[in-house]
């Protein structure tokens, strides 16, 4: 097959060329799984960048640090899915002293896919 071209290409093709702003993985970043992602604190905590383990100690991390910014009107978004992260929210929601009350957002503002929270 010296030069031939076969079903899947020349034999002499290189690789293809990467697309433009491409980041060459020898250059990139090496993942680290105990990097801290840094959440801006607003009314609104949403958890689908975060993985399900992570969710009790973001939530907890979340009330800390809303509630001594002074918020006391929240909204975490947990989405629809099965309801695993619902039931992890309210459960810890439940049990927080500061909660005074919760339940489903108004359908524009997620419906059963975010939990509203009243803080003390």
Do not use: C, N
């Not at 031939?4 to 002499?12: I, N, V």
């Not at 800390?64 to 039931?87: C, W």
């Amino acid at each position: 097959m010296d030069g031939e071209r076969s079903e899947f290409g020349p034999a002499d093709a290189g690789a293809a060329e990467a697309e433009p702003g491409a980041v060459d993985p020898d250059d990139a970043e090496p993942f680290d799984p105990e990097a801290v992602e840094v959440v801006e604190i607003t009314d609104v905590l949403d958890l689908h960048s975060f993985l399900p383990r992570e969710v009790p100690d973001v939530v907890r991390d979340y009330l800390d640090a809303a509630y001594e910014k002074g918020l006391r009107r929240l909204r975490i978004v947990h989405g629809r899915g099965a309801g695993v992260q619902r039931r992890t929210v309210r459960t810890l929601l439940e049990r927080d002293p500061r909660v005074v009350e919760f339940g489903d957002a108004p359908p524009g503002a997620g419906g059963w896919g975010a939990t509203w929270v009243s803080l003390r």
